[in-house]
């Protein structure tokens, strides 16, 4: 029983992480950020938003443990803080080849 509630438990915390990308601009921000660390500026300039959109984006991906920040004077820096995040990225374009075929 205790080991069904871990992995419920384990798997409510997995969907909240992709929920947590589930958003074109998120992915956007999540692969620009795997170029390196960008001010929040640069971010929405890229997506086009307004800074409270683009700072809420962030905020979801901040919570969720993909991002973290680091102020520097006035001046907000993004980075990825799990790279590993872009093997999901891999995984879902093998997903969208596979459904071309």
Request: charged share 30%; proline share 2%.
């Amino acid at each position: 029983m205790t080991t069904d509630i871990i992995t419920i438990e384990r798997f409510e915390e997995r969907a909240r992480i992709i929920k947590a990308m589930a958003h074109p601009s998120r992915l956007l921000m999540i692969d620009e950020l795997s170029r390196g660390e960008r001010c929040v500026c640069e971010l929405r300039d890229m997506v086009g938003s307004d800074m409270s959109t683009v700072s809420k984006h962030l905020s979801v991906l901040k919570k969720a443990g993909i991002v973290e920040d680091d102020k520097r004077g006035k001046q907000i820096y993004y980075r990825l803080k799990v790279p590993c995040v872009l093997n999901f990225f891999s995984c879902i374009e093998s997903v969208i080849e596979a459904g071309r075929h």
